[in-house]
């Protein structure tokens, strides 16, 4: 089994900025991608950046706010959200692809973490 374990999260003013943390843990023999969705209230859970060995991936709403970073030593996974805004309010959800030691691939997800930010 693989967990993911989030924190991070909290209530934010505008304009200010939270780093969130995901930590794979497990029978994980490597991890492929790993990145960050989000979930607001009503809404579908996006992606919000994704990162692999050879590409990284951001939503047009948090190109230039957020940057996504990578441990994989520690199978560990970043978000750092600076000039945060009502409209990043959601829970957020750590993901990875990990291939197990039994050689099986599966996606797996944190169980999420609130981002709340006031005007």
């Known amino acids: 089994q693989v967990q993911l374990v989030e924190s991070g999260g909290g209530l934010v003013q505008a304009g200010g900025s939270l780093r969130l943390s995901c930590a794979a843990s497990?029978?994980?023999?490597?991890?492929?991608?790993m990145g960050w969705y989000r979930q607001a209230p009503g809404k579908q859970r996006e992606p919000v950046a994704v990162?692999?060995?050879?590409?990284?991936y951001y939503a047009d709403s948090v190109k230039g706010r957020f940057a996504i970073s990578r441990d994989i030593a520690r199978n560990t996974v970043y978000l750092q959200m600076n000039s945060l805004e009502p409209e990043d309010t959601a829970v957020y959800y750590c993901?990875?692809?990990?291939?197990?030691?039994?050689?099986?691939?599966?996606?797996?997800w944190g169980q999420g973490t609130q981002v709340t930010v006031s005007t």
């Open positions: 497990g029978s994980i023999f490597s991890i492929n991608a």
């Open positions: 990162t692999s060995s050879d590409s990284t």
């Open positions: 993901n990875a692809g990990v291939v197990t030691t039994y050689f099986d691939e599966f996606d797996y």
